[in-house]
T-cell receptor
Framework: DQQVKQNSPSLSVQEGRISILNCDYTNSMFDYFLWYKKYPAEGPTFLISISSIKDKNEDGRFTVFLNKSAKHLSLHIVPSQPGDSAVYFC?????????????FGGGTRVLVKP | DTGVSQDPRHKITKRGQNVTFRCDPI?????LYWYRQTLGQGPEFLTY????????KSRLLSDRFSAERPKGSFSTLEIQRTEQGDSAMYLCASNDVGARNEQFFGPGTRLTVL
């Protein structure tokens, strides 16, 4: 069973506009959430994270929102730039799980058009 | 470069052969993780080490898979009697036990089993 889901496999957005990526989870024990970005032939790179005690975290152009009651989080990228074109993964972890292993969603491929 | 490194980057093998991958984590990190990513999916947790101790293994890790981290530094992942279903990207990540969850990923080893 997929505990973390990204229901949109792809997203196309115009340069300068907002990109909104969504992620849903089912495991209520998850208490820390991360977004990673992945370019082809490279490993995932960390973007931004949020603890379950918060509902928003912002870092430059990237903002993550968490709605615990809906078990939903989103990543907003404003403004989108062509260099943001990549696959974005949502990940979650449970403080009680050994090693804080990450459970990933299936990814959303973002294309930012100049 | 002080990031996570993996070797080889690509491996093509015939079904039934054994393969071994190496991961060198960031030097001060005492936790090391292995993940597997198949096409169109997010990374899936395989196993993790804290120093030299292997503390958790996923049920995805069949008996044909074995991982070691003999001196608490680099790690190896061996797959015996490879099958076509083993074809995937094998990702290594590391972090410090003091850091909640951000894991730093290497570039991965892409395995193709013919």
């Amino acid at each position: 069973d997929q505990q973390v889901k990204q229901n949109s496999p792809s997203l196309s957005v115009q340069e300068g506009r907002i990109s909104i990526l969504n992620c849903d989870y089912t495991n209520s024990m998850f208490d820390y959430f991360l977004w990673y970005k992945k370019y082809p032939a490279e490993g995932p790179t960390f973007l931004i994270s949020i603890s379950s005690i918060k509902d928003k975290n912002e870092d430059g152009r990237f903002t993550v929102f968490l709605n615990k009651s809906a078990k939903h989080l989103s990543l907003h990228i404003v403004p989108s730039q062509p260099g943001d074109s990549a696959v974005y993964f949502c990940a979650a972890s449970d403080a009680g799980a050994a090693g804080n292993k990450l459970t990933f969603g299936g990814g959303t491929r973002v294309l930012v058009k100049p | 470069d002080t990031g996570v490194s993996q070797d080889p980057r690509h491996k093509i093998t015939k079904r039934g052969q054994n393969v071994t991958f190496r991961c060198d984590p960031i030097s001060e990190h005492n936790r090391l993780y292995w993940y597997r990513q198949t096409l169109g999916q997010g990374p899936e947790f395989l196993t993790y080490f804290q120093n030299e101790a292997q503390l958790e293994k996923s049920r995805l890790l069949s008996d044909r898979f074995s991982a070691e981290r003999p001196k608490g530094s680099f790690s190896t992942l061996e797959i015996q009697r490879t099958e076509q279903g083993d074809s995937a990207m094998y990702l290594c990540a590391s972090n410090d036990v003091g850091a909640r969850n951000e894991q730093f990923f290497g570039p991965g080893t892409r395995l193709t089993v013919l």
